[in-house]
């Protein structure tokens, strides 16, 4: 069984920062990606920046810039440092773990994992 769990979600003001973090344990062999997306009020779910296992990252065109993410393979771990939050930003904020797990001795699979989410509200 494999759980993700975020945290760091809070109220900010505008040009504040916030640092969220969402790691995934369990029966796990391998991370290979962790991504974070975000829903806001009547929008859709949309993805905010990814990074591998090597470290190779994206970002969507709104964050660049503002957002930073890292990865700690060791603890399952991904970060998001989130600096000149805007009221935009605010939104329900998901971990997605794409994740190498182990299903029985003889049985792996690549699977991805939600995490709950965590608000991030920015006030103007």
């Known amino acids: 069984q494999v759980q993700v769990v975020e945290s760091g979600g809070g109220l900010v003001q505008a040009g504040g920062s916030l640092r969220l973090s969402c790691t995934a344990s369990?029966?796990?062999?391998?991370?290979?990606?962790m991504h974070w997306y975000r829903q806001a009020p009547g929008k859709q779910r949309e993805l905010v920046t990814s990074i591998t296992s090597g470290g190779r990252t994206n970002y969507a065109d709104s964050v660049k810039g503002r957002f930073t993410i890292s990865i700690d393979n060791a603890k399952n771990t991904v970060y998001l440092q989130m600096s000149s939050l805007k009221p935009e930003d605010t939104a329900v904020y998901y971990c997605?773990?794409?994740?190498?797990?182990?299903?029985?001795?003889?049985?792996?699979?690549?699977?991805?994992?939600w995490g709950q989410g965590t608000q991030v509200t920015v006030s103007s």
């Open positions: 997605n773990a794409d994740l190498v797990v182990i299903l029985s001795t003889a049985r792996l699979e690549t699977r991805d994992y």
């Open positions: 369990g029966s796990i062999l391998s991370l290979n990606a």
